[in-house]
């Protein structure tokens, strides 16, 4: 259900929802209830106060929305501060976007180390993706600029296709990193079955607005589309720091 009411509410600009009376600290209380009425189960990981007096921030794992204290209106979007022209609501993202992530087991995770780690990127990657084996083809590259690379599986084309069986397969090799090599190269592996986070992956990568791949989650929470050579990725990691 709750997975089924985000989805709902991604291109939503405004909810009216049933309004309820405030009462100074109850604002948290008012606001879980207003989401109860429309989504019976509804689980908010964090209520905290906005920029904007009367509205709060409301967290659902790395899902952010805005919700008036009234319980009233709800709405989703950037609160950009016009005189520093900051996007608030991407600072909070990025947080609720490095905790997600950093929730995940890593042996959950396909991972490429550096030697002498610098970065970690956690890489969303289809295995019939051109740019994603075209990032992997530099997987060394990253790994000499010091980036360890830690793989989320993320089939574009959905649960039962022929990506996500490949997905799978390559899990249930006994080494992982040279089957998911090969299968980026090209390379037909048997179709295996075992226990897999593949379904779990594709989930998250959903809750974080993945639509295409690779999609890459920096060491600092930021989402990153697309492919992006790997010295300039270093650059730009570099300087984040």
């Known amino acids: 259900m709750q997975k089924r009411m985000i989805k709902l509410f991604l291109p939503l600009i405004v909810v009216v929802m049933a309004g309820y009376a405030v009462a100074g600290d109850s604002n948290r209380a008012v606001i879980e209830k207003s989401l109860q009425s429309i989504a019976p189960g509804f689980k908010v990981d964090e209520i905290a106060p906005s920029p904007i007096n009367g509205v709060s921030e409301v967290l659902v794992g790395p899902r952010l929305f805005y919700v008036t204290n009234d319980g009233k209106y709800l709405f989703q979007g950037s609160l950009i501060d016009i005189e520093s022209r900051t996007d608030l609501s991407e600072e909070r993202r990025k947080a609720a976007r490095l905790k997600a992530v950093n929730a995940v087991s890593e042996d959950d995770m396909i991972i490429f180390p550096a030697k002498n780690p610098r970065h970690t990127i956690t890489v969303f990657t289809d295995i019939d993706c051109g740019y994603c084996r075209k990032l992997h083809k530099e997987i060394d590259q990253f790994n000499a600029n010091g980036i360890t690379v830690r793989y989320l ?26 089957a998911l090599t090969e299968a980026k190269a090209g390379k037909v592996l048997p179709r295996a079955e075992c226990d897999n986070p593949v379904k779990a992956n594709m989930e998250l990568g959903e809750l974080l607005g993945v ?31």
């Open 211 to 241: 639509t295409g791949t690779p999609a890459m989650v920096l060491d600092n929470g930021e989402l990153l589309p697309g492919y992006v050579p790997a010295a300039r990725l270093a650059r730009v990691l570099d300087k984040q720091s």
């Open 153 to 178: 599986m993320f089939p574009r084309s959905g649960i039962d296709t022929p990506s996500y069986y490949k997905a799978v397969s390559v899990w249930c090799e006994k080494d992982r990193n040279a």
